[in-house]
């Protein structure tokens, strides 16, 4: 088994952190040059910012909602990220730090009752800990367990974890996602799918 631990929209909860007056605010973050938006917590994304748009075409929503701009500072996210690797350590013996914002967790010695708490745990120290919001998705396979983390995110009453040992909720959750939502399918690897006629997850596990 393994969790896929990934941090809520990373780069503006690290600038939230110095800016409790920024929470529920939409807030964007910049490129090193400023030219471009990076990273966006939900509420601007809910607004219609997306990564990679250039700050020109985003400057009517920015001062229509009063989006808190942010320049990029790798250096502080870095440090965050080293907090947030370091908390997961002290719950599992087994951390693999896949990028600045996300671990899988080795949770191969631990049995199925075990699981949703422990997932619950972590969400809980990393908050209390840290001060950012992670969630967490439990599968028996890392391919499973980012899927699991995507349903954790998107679905809120999960409330921010999701536990894929149950055959017939992991088959629920893989029909309801498209094939370009699982890791490893880029769009070359999509479109040849699909003229396979394979549209969702659940078509390519079978």
């Known amino acids: 088994m393994f969790a896929l631990v990934d941090c809520n929209s990373f780069y503006a909860a690290c600038e939230r952190l110095f800016r409790p007056d920024l929470q529920g605010r939409p807030v964007v973050v910049l490129s090193n040059n400023d030219g471009c938006i990076v990273a966006g917590s939900a509420e601007a994304k809910a607004l219609g910012v997306k990564t990679g748009?250039?700050?020109?075409?985003?400057?009517?929503?920015?001062?229509?909602?009063?989006?808190?701009?942010?320049?990029?500072?790798?250096?502080?996210?870095?440090?965050?990220?080293?907090?947030?690797?370091?908390?997961?350590?002290?719950?599992?013996?087994?951390?693999?730090?896949?990028?600045?914002?996300?671990?899988?967790l080795d949770l191969s010695l631990m049995g199925g009752a075990e699981l949703l708490p422990l997932a619950q745990?972590?969400?809980?120290?990393?908050?209390?800990?840290?001060?950012?919001?992670?969630?967490?998705?439990?599968?028996?396979?890392?391919?499973?367990?980012?899927?699991?983390?995507?349903?954790?995110?998107?679905?809120?009453?999960?409330?921010?974890?999701?536990?894929l040992t149950d055959p017939a909720r992991r088959e629920k959750l893989l029909a309801l996602t498209p094939v370009s939502r699982v890791w490893g399918v880029g769009r070359r690897l999509m479109g040849r799918l699909e003229a396979l006629g394979i549209e969702t997850a659940l078509d390519l596990a079978r």
């Open 53 to 104: 748009m250039p700050v020109h075409l985003a400057r009517d929503l920015i001062a229509r909602h009063k989006i808190a701009v942010f320049s990029s500072n790798y250096a502080l996210y870095g440090d965050i990220s080293q907090r947030v690797m370091a908390t997961l350590e002290t719950l599992v013996p087994q951390v693999e730090v896949y990028s600045i914002d996300e671990a899988f």
């Open 121 to 163: 745990q972590v969400r809980a120290r990393v908050a209390r800990w840290v001060g950012v919001p992670v969630c967490v998705g439990v599968a028996p396979t890392k391919v499973l367990a980012k899927l699991a983390n995507h349903a954790a995110k998107r679905y809120p009453a999960t409330g921010g974890t999701v536990v």
